[in-house]
């Protein structure tokens, strides 16, 4: 029976997925790589605010962001040097061990006594979407498409389980351990993903791996890297507007609401309740924080691998635009606590786990260079370059126009309406590369 063909942890996987036989092992390291590497990085992101916060004040980290921006676009172009004169499983260890360089000599600086915090706020701002962007080009690269599509939301769990379970871990442990034992604990889980690289190559069987680029496909972005690939394709120039918008609507999204807080923590001291401003606005994203995360992971184990097979990624990237778009036209009409709350859990849940796990599929058609250069760019560049979106319209619509909550909201509501036209841009490109690789009869 077909069902001997599977393993142990195949058979499970198979109650809530769609696995093939040998393709669980593959799963689990690369499960098990992205949970590592989200862990990791959710500490040194814990440890990152009371370093420049100690020391400085919380206008530097407007500074720190802009930095960030400016620093990746000079380190885009030296990344597409080292794609150009590595190998893709070389890059992507290189790439881990060039951050863990790093980590250790803002551990011996900190431990010295040298005030790190400006330096590393900025440092972390690139790590994260470099080293995200990095381990998704390379899974992108290890399966095809077919196998990428169905496994991708289960490697997905590895990552949202890492980003849930960290912060509070790291939050519990910070008084008694300090910022530089945790800082040791998150290089050494760091360091145990670089074996995950060759293994996770190794266990993709052969009717799931990627297969080999054509000669003729263009091997990279020139001297710009990235930056040269992204505006001459017109698939990955989509996609990098498709990221802007992602996350300048959800930025303004988080500033309405936490405007809204604000107002409404005011409104209870003023009214007597006794309740402390500070402790308001912390019970409420306690809260807030606890039903996102919650629902974020039950829809990544339990929904978002069956959206996919039933829509397809090309119909899965217009979802979260299509949320926006109504949930701020109604908080734009209707701008009260209760509605505002539940539009940006709908829109956090479905951008952490359906979301993260379609954008990553974008690039499972596309060639070595598009998912390492031309994803890194995306996920590193023009992601930051819109939290700078979004802050100069922040800064603009508070001081020149005088918005408040209903006209940055009608903001959010045209920007989710562009957003939308951009997500349809994006599967019509993507539906395209499909039939060039893989023909039209293996569309979702």
């Known amino acids: 029976m077909r069902d001997e063909k599977f393993t142990p942890l195949e058979r499970f996987l198979n109650r809530f997925y769609i696995l093939e036989p040998e393709e669980g092992r593959s799963v689990g390291v690369f499960f098990s790589y992205a949970l590592l590497m989200m862990v990791s990085y959710y500490i040194l992101k814990t440890i990152r605010e009371p370093l420049l916060l100690t020391g400085s004040s919380a206008e530097m980290k407007s500074y720190a962001y802009a930095l960030t921006a400016l620093l990746l676009l000079f380190i885009i172009p030296l990344y597409g040097l080292a794609f150009r004169h590595t190998g893709k499983q070389q890059l992507t260890r290189y790439v881990t061990g060039f951050f863990l360089v790093n980590l250790l000599i803002f551990y011996l600086l900190g431990r010295a006594g040298v005030d790190i915090g400006f330096a590393y706020y900025v440092w972390v701002g690139i790590f994260n979407v470099m080293i995200t962007a990095q381990f998704w080009a390379f899974a992108a690269d290890s399966y095809n498409l077919r196998s990428g599509k169905r496994l991708f939301p289960v490697i997905m769990i590895g990552a949202t389980l890492g980003s849930l379970a960290a912060p509070s871990l790291s939050g519990a442990l910070f008084p008694s351990l300090g910022p530089w034992v945790l800082m040791l604990m998150a290089m050494a889980l760091l360091a145990m993903t670089i074996p995950c690289v060759g293994w996770a190559r190794a266990a993709v069987p052969p009717g799931s791996r990627s297969p080999v680029s054509s000669p003729e496909e263009k091997a990279h972005g020139g001297v710009l890297g990235g930056l040269a690939l992204v505006f001459t394709d017109r698939f990955l120039f989509v996609l990098a507007l498709f990221i802007l918008l992602l996350n300048w609507i959800n930025t303004t999204g988080e500033y309405i609401l936490a405007e809204l807080v604000v107002r409404y923590a005011d409104a209870a001291v003023a009214a007597g309740t006794g309740v ?109 370059f ?29 920007l989710s309406l562009l957003w939308l036209a951009v997500a349809w841009q994006v599967s019509r490109r993507y539906t395209a590369y499909r039939k060039a690789h893989l023909g039209i009869e293996e569309l979702a």
Do not use: C
């Not at 829109?347 to 058609?365: G, I």
């Not at 700078?388 to 045209?414: C, K, P, S, T």
């Open 386 to 414: 819109g939290d700078l979106a979004q802050a100069g319209a922040i800064y603009a619509g508070l001081h020149w126009f005088r918005f408040d909550i209903e006209q940055f909201a009608l903001v959010n509501m045209v």
């Open 276 to 384: 402390q401003k500070s402790d308001f606005i912390a019970a409420f994203y306690g809260n807030f924080f606890f039903v996102v995360n919650l629902l974020t992971l039950l829809l990544q184990v339990f929904a978002v691998a069956r959206i996919i097979q039933w829509i397809g990624i090309r119909a899965a990237v217009l979802v979260l635009p299509v949320i926006t778009l109504i949930g701020y036209g109604l908080v734009a009409f209707i701008p009260i606590f209760s509605i505002i709350r539940i539009v940006k859990v709908m829109e956090n849940s479905t951008d952490y786990s359906l979301m993260n796990t379609t954008r990553h599929a974008l690039y499972l058609p596309l060639t070595a260079a598009q998912k390492y250069e031309g994803k890194t760019t995306i996920e590193a560049f023009f992601w930051r």
